[in-house]
């Protein structure tokens, strides 16, 4: 169905749309984030539900629910003043559509769950810490990691506790940053955080126990360097073994504030450690590609060597070191310690 379907359904049914809230398909539908839905939800008041003489069928919460054609009609399970008005009909504000699509957590809601995210983060990346300050928790820390696709040195993490209700007009994902503007949010943040901490887990380590659990370890040790404990921590995209309540948030960085000051911090910190590497060894150029697989790094290590703070395990590194095995050349003379 789509929205002048939509509508002229609930004029055909002559609902009073005083009394009714539209929810789920229908609200998306009347938002534009979505053209089209089979997915039409309503809700009304427990007096006039009452009074619908339509037919049921079994709901998703387990209970039976009065429906017509592709309508449903349930009991008023949401706040009604939590409401936008549009096109002249309720319906229910984007967060609590959310909300909605989260409850049910059906597989083909996946993308319209992260693109309702991403939608309500462009307005406000600080929707996480404000539920979280409204259920009185007042030490939130976001925890981010950097460096997980370069070919050497480590992987940094940040964790990073802001003042109550703080907010650094433009910060953001620090990839989507200039490094000009980095390093300045770097020092404010380091000014104005009631707490940061920094973990980093170098390349040995890495290929001991792969990219994905050095990343996780990097960050507990950056939220035990913190000098308070959080009450709770906004993760990007990362679940932890630590006995802090969290919440693992897709694209954290974009949608929390907490989490792109952590990830400001671990980016400026270990882009020096690289610009610390390239003074000690300029032919390979960290101080321009960081450590990332680019074209011109990959010929740098070919004819330069493999440096004993690379990843071992990570192509084309483990490549070379083979290769080298394979014509019975050394490992040390491949190896440039």
Not at 160 to 171: A, F, S
Not at 217 to 241: E, G, T
Request: proline share 3%; net charge neutral; aromatic share 8%.
């Amino acid at each position: 169905m789509d929205k002048k379907e939509v509508l002229k359904k609930l004029k055909e049914l002559e609902i009073n749309k005083d009394e009714y809230i539209i929810i789920s398909g229908a609200s998306l539908v009347l938002h534009d984030l979505i053209d089209v839905t089979k997915d039409i939800d309503l809700s009304c008041s427990k007096e006039v539900y009452d009074k619908i003489s339509w037919p049921t069928k079994l709901g998703y919460l387990g209970k039976e629910i009065k429906y017509y054609d592709c309508f449903e009609i349930s009991n008023n399970l949401y706040d009604p003043n939590n409401i936008d008005i549009i096109d002249d009909y309720k319906t229910m504000h984007l967060e609590k559509c959310l909300e909605v699509k989260r409850l049910f957590n059906r597989p083909k809601d996946k993308k319209i769950i992260n693109k309702l995210d991403l939608l309500l983060g462009q307005n406000d990346n600080y929707r996480y810490e404000r539920k979280l300050i409204e259920q009185g928790v007042k030490l939130i820390a976001g925890v981010d990691e950097v460096g997980r696709g370069p070919l050497v040195g480590p992987v940094v993490a940040a964790a990073c506790i802001l003042p109550l209700n703080y907010h650094l007009d433009g910060l953001t994902d620090s990839k989507k940053l200039s490094e000009k503007k980095r390093n300045e949010y770097f020092e404010i943040i380091k000014r104005d955080a009631i707490s940061y901490g920094i973990g980093i887990i170098d390349a040995k380590i890495i290929d001991e126990v792969n990219i994905y659990e050095a990343s996780k370890l990097a960050m507990i040790d950056a939220i035990n360097n913190l000098s308070v404990k959080p009450q709770h921590l906004l993760i990007d995209a990362m679940k932890l073994d630590i006995d802090i309540n969290q919440t693992s948030i897709i694209k954290g960085d974009f949608l929390s504030e907490s989490i792109a000051a952590a990830s400001v911090i671990a980016k400026v910190t270990r882009d020096e450690m690289m610009y610390e590497l390239d003074k000690k060894y300029p032919m390979y150029g960290f101080k321009k590609h960081k450590g990332y697989p680019t074209k011109e790094h990959i010929e740098n290590v070919k004819k330069y060597g493999v440096l004993d703070n690379y990843r071992f395990t990570y192509k084309p590194i483990c490549d070379l070191i083979y290769k080298s095995e394979v014509e019975g050349v050394d490992k040390n003379e491949v190896i440039n310690k």
